[in-house]
Nanobody, 123 residues
């Protein structure tokens, strides 16, 4: 069992920056691929970014490429999402998730989820 807890959400202005963190406990963090997802009201949960167990491979949904950066610190059991130049359409609840595989980009591939943190981007 892995427990995940997100932090760092809040209100940010269009073009500002925000950094989300997700800390894991319970199992060996480096055994899991990690991902960030988001869900806006009335929409399905969407993959945002993923990072392989080793941190050597990252992947992003096209809409955030060049603006968001996912990273992980296995020594701190933490994965981050640096959000630069966020836009109003990035407003959503952001979830981190852990997958028992090298890399994952689909909701169905993730085994553990955090409770989410709200990000609101004002124009």
């Amino acid at each position: 069992q892995v427990q995940l807890g997100e932090s760092g959400g809040g209100l940010v202005q269009d073009g500002g920056s925000l950094k989300l963190s997700c800390t894991a406990s319970g199992r060996t963090f480096s055994n899991y691929a990690m991902g960030w997802f988001r869900q806006a009201p009335g929409k399905e949960r969407e993959f945002v970014a993923g990072i392989a167990k080793s941190g050597g491979t990252t992947y992003y949904v096209d809409s955030v490429k060049g603006r968001f950066t996912i990273s992980r610190d296995n020594a701190k059991n933490t994965v981050y999402l640096q959000m630069n130049s966020p836009k109003p359409e990035d407003t959503a609840v952001y979830f981190c998730a852990a997958a028992q595989r090298h890399y994952a980009s689909r909701v169905s591939e993730y085994n553990y989820w955090g409770q989410g943190t709200q990000v609101t981007v004002s124009s």
